[in-house]
């Protein structure tokens, strides 16, 4: 039952609408995909993944880079939107010469419209709240998934509540938040506390949970794998061998394990094509780094976590049982970076042009030690995914960055403190 890549195309079960169904990865129950609210299966509380009786090739793929491109793999043909997707793919000439391998491109999730891929899961899943006619959203957050919620929400016109670790949030996300109109609600204690008190919440009818939890979330940021697939063979004739990214709730690991099996399972993509998942956590929120070293199939949480990447601050990954096979499945590994290494990656992607807050800079600090150990190869086509923009954290930019120089108010003075 494993989520494997060799997968038959499954039969549509009489609870498929339109093609569309959700299945449980432990049990392979059916649902209905829009009858009732419903984040984990009946049966046996496993993870629900969406399913589709047709599966799209890369011929299917029409209009401009972005979700929405990709609608033949969703369940709708359009979404709350406010045209995310479509982030560049950058060369980094600096970081690709000293790493040493063949191909590195930073596919940079911080070019979407709130900074960060959250937005890719939210014009998703915002637009399943409104087909279930749901009045009140809410998520927990470390930031980013609050920001893109109150901005999808406003969108929408529906109440947003947001679940925050107090003073463990980036000032810029709580801007957002904010300004765009959510109910802010600062908890007293980390982010799986706050996820743990907003399901409650959920299960008790209180609001619609839009965490990586819920399927369909997932299914908008399949297309980050879509889109790097399309744009590195643009750009290289090639299809990458590896991704590597950060990795907080294990969502994008999930969503782009999803994605590849999808394509292969078409016809659009050999099962050997695809590529490694290769997933970076910080040294003080590793779990799954723990689980992929010790060859657990369960992750066990981290009750305390603590790293300057406050976007992967996270000690109990809720997509793992998704995530775990992704990375085992596609020859992949994971690997934890220090705070020092992630700090130092920012400031090399800033050296090449790309400006990204601390989380995401771990996928560069993940390949610079996986190339050291020699499990990256040199001869290797790259892709490390950055998650969020620079200036969701201003604070953690500044400190890696150089300090201002206090000067007079005149042009000799300023002369003179240049040294000239
Ligand atoms: C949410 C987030 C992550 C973690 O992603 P998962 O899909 O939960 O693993 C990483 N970086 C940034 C900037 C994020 O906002
Ligand atoms: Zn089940």
Redesign the pocket.
């Known amino acids: 039952m494993t989520l494997c890549l060799s997968e038959a195309r499954p039969d549509p079960p009489e609870t498929a609408v339109d093609g569309v169904w959700l299945s449980c990865i432990e049990c392979d129950a059916t649902f209905a995909p829009f009858e009732a609210v419903r984040y984990t299966c009946d049966d046996c509380d496993g993870l629900l993944e969406v399913r589709y009786a047709d599966l799209p090739t890369f011929e299917d793929f029409e209009g401009e880079l972005g979700v929405w491109r990709y609608a033949d793999a969703l369940p709708f043909e359009a979404g709350v939107s406010i045209d995310e997707g479509g982030t560049p793919l950058y060369e980094v000439p600096t970081i690709e010469a000293e790493t040493g391998v063949a191909d590195l491109r930073v596919k940079h999730?911080?070019m979407n419209p709130t900074g960060?891929?959250?937005d890719r899961g939210m014009t998703v899943g915002v637009r399943v709240a409104e087909r279930l006619g749901v009045d009140r959203l809410a998520c927990a957050s470390?930031?980013?998934?609050s920001a893109a919620l109150a901005c999808y929400g406003a969108r929408a016109g529906t109440e947003v509540l947001v679940l925050l670790p107090a003073g463990k949030v980036a000032a810029g996300k709580v801007a957002q938040a904010s300004l765009h109109g959510a109910r802010i609600l600062e908890v007293d204690g980390n982010f799986d506390a706050c996820l743990d008190v907003v399901s409650d919440l959920a299960d008790r009818g209180e609001a619609y949970l839009l965490n990586?939890l819920n399927p369909f979330r997932l299914e908008g940021?399949k297309t980050i794998g879509l889109e790097i697939l399309e744009q590195f063979r643009d750009q290289t004739g090639d299809l990458p061998d590896r991704i590597v990214?950060?990795?907080?709730?294990?969502?994008?690991?999930?969503?782009l394990y999803k994605a590849f099996r999808e394509l292969v399972r078409s016809g659009a993509l050999d099962a050997d094509d695809v590529p490694t998942l290769t997933g970076v956590q910080a040294e003080g929120a590793a779990p799954m780094v723990e689980a992929i070293e010790e060859g657990n199939d369960e992750v066990h949480r981290w009750e305390e976590v603590e790293t300057r990447?406050t976007?992967?601050r996270?000690g109990n990954?809720v997509?793992a049982p998704k995530?775990l096979p992704g990375i085992r499945e596609t020859g992949g590994t994971a690997v934890a970076v220090s705070d020092e290494e992630i700090t130092d990656a920012q400031r090399a992607l800033a050296r090449d042009g790309v400006g990204v807050?601390p989380?995401?800079a771990?996928s560069v600090a993940g390949l610079r030690k996986l190339r050291e150990s020699g499990e990256i190869a040199a001869d290797e086509r790259v892709v490390c995914l950055t998650?969020?923009h620079l200036l969701?954290d201003p604070d953690a930019a500044a400190a890696a960055g150089a300090d201002p120089e206090p000067v007079p108010a005149d042009t000799d003075g300023v002369l003179e403190h240049l040294g000239e």
């Open positions: 999730e911080g960060s891929f959250k470390t930031g980013n998934t990586s940021q990214l950060p990795v907080g709730n294990a969502g994008n690991t999930a969503a990447a976007a992967i996270i990954p997509n995530a807050e989380a995401s771990a998650t969020g969701k």
